[in-house]
T-cell receptor
Framework: KAGVTQTPRYLIKTRGQQVTLSCSPI?????VSWYQQTPGQGLQFLFE???????NKGNFPGRFSGRQFSNSRSEMNVSTLELGDSALYLC??????????????FGSGTRLTVV | SQKIEQNSEALNIQEGKTATLTCNYT??????LQWYRQDPGRGPVFLLL?????KEKRKERLKVTFDTTLKQSLFHITASQPADSATYLC??????????FGAGTRLTVKP
């Protein structure tokens, strides 16, 4: 079966710009979670969407937002980019919240570089 | 506040030996704990989930234990192979509104 697809794989943006990242989950998975991974902070939870509703949100500023569509595809948006937003953004899909059934399936991520 | 720690940043072992990785957590009692493998430039791959009422779980050469008294999970890879070289992450759900990952242990298996 197809895995989790994230687009684009790489992105370079300038400070102050905004960016939208896309994630297509595994068919049948209704939960989509987003994570930021940096060398200093590791993997940090951004938010989770389940059936088009944001169910949980991590400790990130309001510049980070997301949404989920009726087909479970999800987008993440970051506005007013800062240099510190440079990171690998990972999308993970699962049957339920927190991957309690079969764990998360992660995409390969979008590498965002802010210059 | 809740912390999750993987005590070794890096672990080097010889092929054929058993690798043992440790995950400790504080100030919380998770209902379950997960282990993932991550290769450079890729997303983590789910390996095992162990629940609080399970002492041990196995999958092929992998074994996970969960000691809720010690607040510790051990992850073992028996008969290790160079292909097992990767970063291994533990993760636990926190207060049903956050998922916390450890910083990971980078395992290198030498032939």
């Amino acid at each position: 079966k197809a895995g989790v697809t994230q687009t684009p794989r790489y992105l370079i943006k300038t400070r102050g710009q905004q960016v939208t990242l896309s994630c297509s989950p595994i068919s049948g998975h209704r939960s989509v979670s987003w994570y930021q991974q940096t060398p200093g902070q590791g993997l940090q939870f951004l938010f989770e969407y389940f059936s088009e509703t944001q169910r949980n949100k991590g400790n990130f500023p309001g510049r980070f937002s997301g949404r989920q569509f009726s087909n479970s595809r999800s987008e993440m948006n970051v506005s007013t980019l800062e240099l510190g937003d440079s990171a690998l953004y990972l999308c993970a899909s699962s049957l339920d919240s927190w991957g309690t059934v079969g764990g998360y399936t992660f995409g390969s991520g979008t590498r965002l570089t802010v210059v | 506040s809740q912390k999750i720690e993987q005590n070794s940043e890096a672990l080097n072992i010889q092929e054929g030996k058993t690798a043992t990785l440790t995950c400790n957590y504080t100030n919380y009692s998770p209902a379950y704990l997960q282990w993932y493998r991550q290769d450079p430039g890729r997303g983590p791959v789910f390996l095992l989930l162990i629940r609080e009422n399970e002492k041990e779980k196995r999958k092929e050469r992998l074994k996970v234990t969960f000691d809720t008294t010690l607040k510790q999970s051990l992850f073992h890879i028996t008969a290790s192979q160079p292909a097992d070289s990767a970063t291994y992450l533990c993760a636990l759900e926190y207060n049903n509104n956050d998922m916390r990952f450890g910083a990971g242990t980078r395992l290198t298996v030498k032939p």
